[in-house]
């Protein structure tokens, strides 16, 4: 069952967040700041960092390859892709402060039962018309309109080529398609991934980090025939796995989603093709192997009209937040032969290849989409446990292989020896760990700080130490302290991160 999100909860998550040296904006936050663009501080990114190489050894162990393309691509690509006249907002203007909106957004604040992505004009005219939505600056009605805001942030090579920065890297990863294909051996399938900058030039972004101008995507397209999707072995390997899967007739009829065997999903016609299928659950085995509980998971099928203008079917994999509810993580999508067929076409370059029966085709295409700034923030949201009241603590339970420091050394005292046999017990672990030296405030005072930015374990050297050589570790979840060898530190640490 879900929760009400808690603005009280995402208040005080982004106000730590801010304050130990997580996420630091909007940016430039000198000269007012900018909605939409933030600085990952040190330890968030060392998290994100965390996260992306846990994402990146998904891919590689699936059999997707890293590949990095440009940025910027020029006018024509875009055209060719369809973003240029499809990748819009609907906006609505305030009829007395001008003030501008997204009457989606508008609506899924008020209304979150209703799927507006599935939304055309004549849908979200009858909302601004019957004015059940208002300016949530003044309260006033909208002027009956909407008006279609490209998110595309546009800028100039040399002096004259009108170019854009890449709004998804799926289609820079799409361009050198021959290339590819003579690289690996002329051979369906083959999988490539980019993890890299995209940019939404966003009306009014909010949301913190779940919704920037300029973000990190993670991308992941498989190339294949039409034979290969319905003939995909690797399905073998994971049709007895259940996956949280909701229908689009199962959100219209407001039954919860089910954790469905593959196999049945497949006999079910819940999905279209085994390659399909696998590739839900290598989407779905990122976001577990990143920490993230079954429970707080789900498949939401995207409804026929409102899949994007390139796809045969859409799962989007949502993460229930504390802080904003479900929310959307990653889109896995069939997008056929749409991208490189349009491609071939417009830049005059054949793109065809022979399939199986020496037909000339275009590739099919299955993409897991996402970015790896909503996973960041899910894990700091789901794992963050303020307690109030008496002896409260503040505890970010991250998981311990995505912890930014994993493991910190106190001094008792900053004297008598004690600092200087600390930061040789940190130089040791250094060479293993993460291993952070701090000798300031109370040790109280220091455990509680590295409670709140995940820090798994604690060591603290005291005058015991000098004699034995041993420390007290204290673990962060439990509070447990026990005494160590330091010669069997580094093991023991091991062993549990
Ligand atoms: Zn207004």
């Keep these: 069952m879900s929760s009400q999100p808690s603005k009280k909860f995402q208040e005080q998550l982004i106000q730590m967040l801010t304050h130990r040296g997580f996420v630091w904006g909007p940016e430039p936050e000198i000269y007012g700041g900018l909605a939409g663009f933030f600085t990952y501080a040190p330890l968030g990114k060392r998290l994100k960092n965390n996260i992306e190489n846990k ?4 891919f590689i162990a699936n059999d997707y390859w890293e590949v990095e393309c440009p940025i910027i691509m020029p006018r024509e690509v875009w055209k060719a892709s369809g973003h240029l006249e499809g990748f819009t907002d609907p906006l609505v203007e305030c009829s007395k402060c001008k003030g501008v909106f997204r009457i989606d957004k508008l609506i899924e604040e008020k209304y979150p039962d209703v799927i507006v992505s599935a939304f055309k004009e004549k849908e979200f005219l009858e909302f601004v018309n019957d004015a059940k939505v208002k300016c949530p600056t003044c ?3 909208f002027l009956p309109e909407i008006r279609r805001h490209n998110l595309m942030m546009k800028t100039t090579i040399g002096t004259n080529i009108e170019a854009y920065n890449r709004p998804e890297t799926a289609t ?3 361009l050198p398609f021959k290339r590819y294909y003579e690289f690996f051996r002329k051979k369906f399938p083959f999988g490539v991934f980019q993890i890299g ?5 966003e009306i009014s972004p909010r949301q913190h980090i779940i919704r920037c101008r300029e973000f990190t995507q993670a991308e992941a397209q498989l190339f294949l025939t039409k034979k290969l999707k319905q003939d995909w072995k690797q399905f073998e390997k994971v049709k007895k796995e259940k996956l949280p899967l909701w229908t689009w007739y199962m959100q219209d009829n407001k039954s919860h989603p089910q954790m469905t065997m593959l196999d049945d999903a497949m006999s079910g016609n819940l999905l279209k093709n085994k390659a399909y299928a696998w590739t839900l659950y290598v989407a779905y085995k990122i976001f577990t192997e990143l920490g993230i509980p079954h429970e707080k998971i789900r498949f939401r099928q995207h409804a026929p009209d409102e ?3 390139y796809s045969d079917d859409t799962w989007d994999l949502e993460v229930e937040l504390q802080s904003f509810g479900w929310t959307e993580m990653c889109g896995i999508s069939d997008r056929t032969d749409y991208d ?7 830049s005059g370059t054949d793109m065809t290849v022979p399939d199986e029966d020496n037909n000339k085709i275009f590739p099919q ?3 897991i989409a996402f970015g790896t700034d909503r996973p960041t923030f899910a894990i700091l949201d789901i794992f963050y446990k303020p307690e109030s009241g008496v002896g409260e603590r503040n505890v970010l339970k991250l998981p311990k292989h995505l912890a930014p420091v994993q493991v910190a050394i106190f001094p008792l005292m900053a004297r008598d020896n004690l600092d200087t046999k600390a930061k040789e017990v940190c130089e040791i672990l250094q060479k293993d760990f993460f291993a952070y030296y701090d000798e300031s405030g109370s040790i109280g005072k220091r455990y509680a700080r590295m409670d709140e930015v995940g820090t798994p374990f604690c060591v603290t050297i005291d005058y015991d130490t000098l004699e ?3 420390v007290t570790i204290r673990e962060r979840d439990t509070g447990k302290q026990a005494r160590v060898k330091i010669s069997e530190l580094a093991e023991k640490l091991r062993k549990e991160l």
């Excluded at 994402?55 to 998904?58: A, D, G, M, Q």
């Excluded at 900058?197 to 030039?201: D, E, G, I, L, Y």
């Design 172 to 174: 820079t990863t799409y």
């Design 55 to 58: 994402i990146r050894e998904v």
């Design 365 to 367: 295409i299955i993409e």
């Design 197 to 201: 900058k995209a940019f939404r030039n």
């Design 139 to 141: 309260g006033s009605k």
């Design 340 to 346: 490189i067929g349009n491609h071939s076409k417009a």
């Design 307 to 309: 899949k994007a203008f």
């Design 468 to 470: 034995k050589n041993d």
